[in-house]
């Protein structure tokens, strides 16, 4: 039973008579009620004394400032004004898949139908989840070419986690506990070596060519070096650089040729569905982001679902649960979420995204997502240089701009052109990753031309300035890129000593002055936090 602040008095009447008959025809008079019962308490709490509270909680200006609704909207409405989102813009974090999170995809979420039902009720109470379930789960079969899904990780990097605890246990069931080898390129997503860490791997790194393949002659002389203690390698596709790499089905070949597992990291999904299947190309697991490729919000710490799809011959190892039955499969590892199903309240989500796309809408989705991102990097590549493309010349779902050499020409890095991209109204694509002084741009299918066109001229009136500092119009310290972002107050302030003028900072497109985002603080020292702490609560003396 789960009581909390919601259950109310009656409410526990409720179960007083439930659980006083064995009958559910036969209702039973009880000479008790919750009230009758709080008078036979020894004191006025049950929690002893030495535990009770002694002073003030709440004290803080936030808990005691806003008294009406009005007040406690408006409060939010400006905290809200502070973040940019993807209702003012597009979104490119690169690896991230910053789609559309549709409307109607969201309502289910208020459904008491799913917001109020324990994890754990027996499953006839449930039927409506477990038809949606099971439907979705066919549904990423599907997708992805596997028999088999568990729904249970939480996150990305849960999926991960379970995949290699899946392939490990595999290992182990034949005898192979020595297996512990994880081979892992240098072009693979970030979390990947620190979940083959913690499922008691060993992490050899495998080197890519110049294109940003994976170097398959040094996977080669490295699955054949590791063969009796190879256990797996983990492989985002198309690779983080962004590419479709040609020779996939070689590499899913080698690993399996010396006893491994392919693990699939399904960060980059978006740019699979409908075209191909994960498992046809040769993995043998792959974690699906329901939080980026079908639609769930996320950033920002959650919510995420990271379910895991297996070959026939590592379902039986698929997590179980020890509350809920037929869970997981016959020979399931242990549960590596408190919850059957992870997140189950989310599932909705991804659920209505697929039935309401169907299956040519899921493939279009996908190619324009990809035909998205190559335009962008046609219109960019006279201005940055295209880091990675296939044979053909073309990028994946995603792309990455190099903007090294500007730190010498110039003196700008991509920390500058992330911080003025602000002033134009945009969210900075990822920085840095996964090669250092870096923009990864990830447009998604969501964006329309114009959307695309816009974020374009951002990039290369950008470029305009820095071409400006090249040139010895603009100094190198003191220019419109180094003082970015510009805040309103700033910009209004009685005072301006920059060399540039108040609208160049504020309004350098002409989009700026239709729809203005106004950052909220100028630019920052960002390692100065990492070296110093600092705390932003009331100081000591308030608490005297």
Known sequence: ISLDETTHSHDLQVLFEVFATNSPNKKVKLDFTPASLEDLLPSPSIIPSSLERKTEYLKHPVFNTYHSEHEMLRYI?????????????????????????????????SWPEFANIHPFVPLNQAEGYKIMIEQLTESLCEITGFPAVSLQPNAGSQGEYAGLLVIRQFHISRGDNNRDVCLIPVSAHGTNPASAVMTGMKVVAVACDEQGNINVDDLRQKA????????????????????????VKDVCKI??????????????????????????????VLHMNLHKTFCIPHGGGGPGMGPIGVAAHLAPFLPGHVVVPKVGGNQAIKAISAAPYGSPLILPIPHMYIQLMGGSGLTKATQVAILNANYM?????EHYKVLYTGTHGLVAHEFIIDLRPFKESSGIEAED?????????????????????????????????????????????????????????????????????????VVIADEWT????????????????SSKFWPTVSRVDNVHGDRNLICTCPPMESYQ
Request: aromatic share 6%.
């Open 255 to 284: 690993i399996h040729e010396n006893g491994g597992q392919v693990y699939m990291d399904g960060a980059n999904m978006n740019a699979q569905v409908g075209l191909t299947r994960p498992h046809e190309i040769g993995a043998d």
């Open 377 to 381: 990097a046609a219109r960019l590549k």
């Open 498 to 513: 920059r060399p540039y003028t108040r609208e160049k900072a504020a309004f350098p497109a002409p989009w700026t002055r």
């Open 417 to 489: 052109v992330a911080k003025r991209l602000m002033d134009y109204g945009y969210h900075s694509p990822t920085m840095s990753f996964p090669v250092a002084n870096t923009l990864m741009i990830e447009p998604t299918e969501s964006e329309s031309l114009s959307e695309l066109d816009r974020i374009c001229d951002a990039l290369i009136s950008i470029r305009q300035e820095i071409r400006e500092i090249e040139e010895g119009k603009a100094d190198k310290k003191n220019n419109v890129l180094k003082h970015a972002p510009h805040t309103e107050r």
């Open 77 to 109: 409405h400006r905290l809200q004004k502070k973040d940019l989102g993807l209702i003012h813009s597009n979104i490119p974090l690169g690896s991230c898949t910053m789609k559309l999170n549709a409307t109607v995809e969201m309502y289910p979420l």
């Open 224 to 247: 054949t070096l590791h063969k009796d203690r190879l256990a797996a390698i983990m492989m985002t596709y198309p690779s983080t650089h962004g590419v479709f790499e040609e020779s």
